[in-house]
């Protein structure tokens, strides 16, 4: 099991960063195409169905770093400066600023 073998788990879905995502290689089970929704994406490009296929998909091009967080969190209000996550037991947990 390595780190990719995590995503999954907790909905994620891994992408290339490539022409995938363009011809709408994210096929989306849990939003209907024409519902308005919102993502984050580290992709660098912003446009209409860039994601997947659907117009009504709002894309906020974030760092890796926030894109990794709000997918932990599950939640686009989430501060991973001030907010908190719960570990499975329960716990609380906060995030630690990335360095390098």
Partial sequence: EGPLDIFPRGGGVGLANACGPCIGQWKREDVKNGV???IV???NRNFT???DSNPDTH????SPEITVAM???GDLAF???TD?????DGS???LRPPTG
């Fill in 59 to 62: 894309a906020f091009v974030t």
């Fill in 36 to 38: 308005k929704n919102s």
């Fill in 92 to 94: 609380k947990f906060k």
């Fill in 84 to 88: 908190y996550l719960t570990a499975a």
């Fill in 79 to 81: 501060n991973p400066l």
């Fill in 49 to 51: 169905g860039r994601n």
């Fill in 41 to 43: 994406t580290s992709y």
């Fill in 71 to 73: 997918a932990l969190a």
